[in-house]
């Protein structure tokens, strides 16, 4: 479609081929044809579009915070020269990533599971140690060579290139999948940037805990983003253990707990309904003001650039995004005016639910054949929104009516509840006695479940947690 993220490939030769170097880092020879300028470029690449599609999160002094804590880590490490950019997208799963070339991320989700200064370090210095290892380079080189062609990234884009991508493009897809080798070598070299920075490496250990606790609190139905790749949780804290002892670990190194608990306080806490949420397959956005009905049954998926849902046979897919025109006319023209888009009959004005719209049928010609679809630009306080329908063009017959009542069902948003919802948030709380976290929760009550109160706390229901120990509860959300 016309803004289609073009996915970065690589179309190297043999003669690239400059020898197996040493990498610093792990002390092994590597089979690299990429050179670090070209992980540079990709990394900044590949990041931008990560940006653009998922929001930085929008708390400055937080960015600050992680970047400060990324930077002094990545001053360690084998490779500090690289451009290191530490960042936090606006997401809510529990996830870190690792870009070629020093682009690191983390999601808000994963900030409010830890406990620590030192529990981030060691999530970061496990990312930084991807790159120091340039396991996605070692990759792409063998990819390479078997002759295989690489995407660099799978990436949403506000118009959606693969459609039977849109469920799988998040950020635990968003670079190449690395194999549980490269994840052990991370996490030793992690452990190493945190003992050069003076972290106590035992905070490792817990962050491995409570990854295995989010993991079963879910049933094992759904693995934090940072586990889907990983080795067990339960055997990463066997080997960090080993570690601790054979390195005489005291437990003395810094752990930041309290200047890490005020960094984080306010986060938003899961999904934020600000940004648009779900009942059900109906779609509610408080700050556009709009609701949105997907067909019943269909997958969704919500962005910072757009959402979508894809049919159940995975062969359909309906759309909402903002257009970058201001009247719905202009922005049917721009759509249509794509080469590889053609008008199928006439154009139509029309209005949504009072609203002046215009709409068309097309086709498309793109790398995965011919698509058939229905377009619809409406036009809603100043803002023109992006309303598409499209599968292959054999199957669109099945699904013409489909499209026309769920694009069909855009509106305004006008019930109060919905418009005045808010975002679950951390609140600090610095407790006058001791107690267990159940007397916590019962004391001062959580929007979430007395599971996820113990696991972001890093405590077990029964322990007694002291006096004047500062605890975290979640607090608004949707009622």
């Given at each position: 479609?016309?803004r289609?993220?073009a996915y970065p490939?690589l179309?190297l030769t043999?003669?690239a ?6 990498n610093p ?5 590597q089979f690299i044809?990429?050179?670090e ?5 990709m990394?900044?690449e590949?990041?931008q579009?990560?940006?653009a599609i998922?929001g930085?999160?929008?708390d400055?002094?937080l960015q ?5 804590i ?6 360690q490490s ?15 799963i ?9 682009q690191?991320f ?8 830890f406990a ?6 060691a999530?970061l210095g496990?990312e930084i140690g991807?790159v120091t ?8 080189s ?8 690489v995407e660099?990234?799978?990436?949403l ?9 849109v469920?799988t ?5 968003m670079?190449?999948k690395?194999?549980r ?8 070299l992690g ?10 490496r035992?905070?490792?250990?817990d962050v491995?805990?409570m ?12 693995l934090?983003?940072?586990?889907s790749?990983h080795p067990?949780?339960g ?5 960090m253990?080993?570690?601790?002892a054979?390195?005489?670990?005291t437990?003395s ?13 306010g986060?938003?806490f899961g ?10 397959e109906?779609f509610?956005h408080?700050?556009?003001?709009f609701i ?5 049954g269909w997958?969704?998926?919500n962005?910072?650039?757009a ?6 046979a995975g062969d359909a897919?309906?759309q909402?995004?903002l ?11 721009a ?7 053609e008008a199928?009959?006439s154009?139509s ?6 609203m ?5 049928y ?8 011919q698509l058939r ?8 306080d ?6 598409l329908?499209?599968t292959?063009a054999?199957t669109?017959s ?15 948003l006008?019930d109060?509840?919905?418009l005045?919802?808010?975002a679950?948030?951390?609140e ?6 001791a ?6 929760a019962?004391r ?8 996820t109160v113990a696991?972001?706390?890093?405590v077990?229901n029964?322990d007694?947690i002291?006096s004047?120990t500062?605890?975290k509860?979640?607090v608004g959300g949707?009622?």
């Open positions: 479609m016309k289609i993220l490939t179309a043999a003669a081929l400059v020898g197996c170097p040493v880092a792990t002390g092994e020879r044809t990429i050179s300028r070209q992980e540079i470029e990394g900044l590949v990041a579009q990560v940006e998922y930085l999160y929008d400055p002094d600050t915070y992680v970047n400060d990324g930077q002094k880590l990545a001053a084998e490779k500090p020269d690289l451009p290191w950019n530490f960042r936090v997208v606006d997401d809510p529990v996830n870190a990533f690792a870009l070629p070339g020093g690191i983390m999601t808000r989700g994963i900030l409010g599971y620590s200064e030192a529990e981030m370090a999530v496990h991807h290892a340039r396991h996605s380079a070692e990759q792409m063998r990819a390479q060579a078997a002759g295989v062609g660099l990234g799978a990436i884009s506000s118009d959606v290139a693969k459609y039977r991508d469920l493009a998040s950020l635990g897809l670079f190449l690395f194999g080798d490269d994840e052990r070598q991370s996490d030793d452990f190493r940037y945190m003992g050069r920075t003076g972290y106590d035992s905070e490792s250990v491995f805990i990854l295995g606790r989010v993991s079963d609190a879910a049933g094992g139905s759904s934090p983003g940072w586990l790749t067990d949780p055997e990463r804290v066997e080997r253990r080993q570690a601790l054979e390195a005489g670990e437990g190194g810094e752990i930041g707990r309290d200047r890490y608990m005020q960094q984080i306080d986060l938003i999904e934020n309904p600000r940004n648009g949420y779900f009942e059900g109906t509610l408080p700050d556009l003001a949105f009905q997907f067909p019943a997958q969704t998926q962005t910072n650039r959402v979508a849902g894809v049919s159940e897919l309906v909402l995004t257009a970058e025109e201001s009247n719905p006319n202009a922005a049917l023209e759509f249509l005016a794509n080469e590889a888009i199928q009959g154009r004005s029309r209005r949504v639910n009072g002046p719209a215009r709409a068309s097309f086709q498309a010609t793109t790398e995965q054949g679809g229905l377009a619809v630009f409406v036009l809603h100043n803002r023109v929104y992006e309303l329908g499209y292959p054999e669109f099945t699904y013409d009516e489909t499209f026309q009542r769920s694009l069909g069902s855009f509106e305004r006008t109060p509840k919905a005045n919802v808010e679950m948030r951390i600090l709380v610095r407790i006058n006695r107690m267990t976290i159940e007397q916590f019962a001062y009550p959580s929007t979430v479940s007395l599971t696991i972001i706390n890093g077990q029964d007694a002291p004047g500062t605890l509860r979640v949707v009622k």
